[in-house]
């Protein structure tokens, strides 16, 4: 069974950065294309960044990410990674690591929420 645990999360001051971490078990995550998506309280979900199996194709959907957020992914360790830099009060939300498997692209797979495995969240909380 696929399970996919994401830490890293809890509180950190404006300005501040952290790394959320998202290990998958049950499956291969080479497989896999991968991503992050967050949701703020009273929000919809929304698509961060998404990356293909080979780290060569990236898609990111937040225009105010400005490049202060960074998805990556180690195969080896079966493990995805958020590194989120500068962060503000607005980042405040629920942070939820996917998969896709090669039915979905990297575009579908964060445009449209294609996704065949979501981790349970987990929350970030931005606050002096």
């Known amino acids: 069974q696929a399970q996919f645990v994401e830490s890293g999360g809890g509180l950190v001051q404006p300005g501040g950065s952290l790394r959320l971490s998202c290990e998958a078990s049950g499956v291969n995550l080479r497989d896999y294309s991968v991503g992050w998506f967050r949701q703020v309280p009273g929000k919809e979900r929304e698509a961060i960044s998404c990356?293909?199996?080979?780290?060569?194709?990236?898609?990111t959907y937040r225009d105010s990410v400005d490049g202060r957020f960074t998805v990556s992914r180690d195969n080896a360790k079966n493990t995805m990674y958020l590194q989120i830099n500068s962060v503000k009060p607005e980042d405040t939300a629920v942070y939820h690591c996917?998969?896709?498997?090669?039915?979905?692209?990297?575009?579908?797979?964060?445009?449209?929420?294609?996704?065949?495995?979501w981790g349970q969240g987990i929350r970030v909380t931005v606050s002096s």
């Open positions: 996917a998969a896709a498997g090669p039915r979905a692209t990297v575009k579908a797979m964060c445009q449209y929420s294609v996704v065949d495995y």
């Open positions: 990356i293909s199996q080979n780290s060569e194709d990236i898609q």
